[in-house]
T-cell receptor
Framework: DVKVTQSSRYLVKRTGEKVFLECVQD?????MFWYRQDPGLGLRLIYF???????EKGDIPEGYSVSREKKERFSLILESASTNQTSMYLC???????????FGQGTRLTVV | SQKIEQNSEALNIQEGKTATLTCNYT??????LQWYRQDPGRGPVFLLL?????KEKRKERLKVTFDTTLKQSLFHITASQPADSATYLC??????????FGGGTRLMVKP
């Protein structure tokens, strides 16, 4: 059974903390994505990686960075968490070009 | 700017009827268009993919059309059931592999 696994289901952090969200896939997929989902706004792309150490900014990269040191792992970093980063974060992976995306279960992050 | 638009209002239909959801886009040249289903508190699940040179794709009770001239895709669920109630998302994949989603449309099928 193919899997995309996010490290935490629920997370509560304080304003100003550095936050790491981890995502691991076991399908040898080249592409990995981080999205955030807020009511009424759908899934918004934060960052995309198409290979190890390669990344591209999505629609809303401000306040975030990413790391992809190994093919199976894609990390989202909030350098200094703020309350407006409270959201559901979803990781996904795909093979290149015309392949379905597999999503993790999501991490609901609350910044207080 | 690039936009993917889905009807943000919920679609309410009676069981047994055909549900039709719309996805419109601007300033994209997608190589592929995909549809996903999302249940509350869960990640989206893939349903169908259609290529830019395909007009229509079917899978069981699902049908997707793709009109690159109108820049529109229609997603149909025939003989709808209460279990089809969910949010449905369209996603565009450009040649650069980036997968971008619309805001989704919530479908409610009433018994």
């Amino acid at each position: 059974d193919v899997k995309v696994t996010q490290s935490s289901r629920y997370l509560v952090k304080r304003t100003g903390e550095k936050v790491f969200l981890e995502c691991v896939q076991d399908m040898d997929h080249e592409n990995m994505f981080w999205y955030r989902q807020d009511p009424g706004l759908g899934l918004r792309l934060i960052y995309f990686s198409y290979d190890v150490k390669m990344k591209e900014k999505g629609d809303i990269p401000e306040g975030y960075s990413v790391s992809r040191e190994k093919k199976e792992r894609f990390s989202l970093i909030l350098e200094s968490a703020s309350t407006n980063q409270t959201s559901m974060y979803l990781c996904a992976s795909t093979k290149p070009l015309g392949a379905e995306a597999f999503f993790g279960q999501g991490t609901r992050l609350t910044v207080v | 700017s690039q936009k993917i638009e889905q009807n943000s209002e919920a679609l309410n239909i009676q069981e047994g009827k055909t549900a039709t959801l719309t996805c419109n886009y601007t300033n994209y040249s997608p190589a592929y268009l995909q549809w996903y289903r999302q249940d509350p508190g869960r990640g989206p699940v893939f349903l169908l993919l259609i290529r830019e040179n395909e007009k229509e794709k079917r899978k069981e009770r699902l049908k997707v059309t793709f009109d690159t001239t109108l820049k529109q895709s229609l997603f149909h669920i025939t003989a709808s059931q209460p279990a089809d109630s969910a949010t449905y998302l369209c996603a565009l994949e450009s040649a650069g592999n980036m997968l971008t989603f619309g805001g989704g449309t919530r479908l409610m099928v009433k018994p």
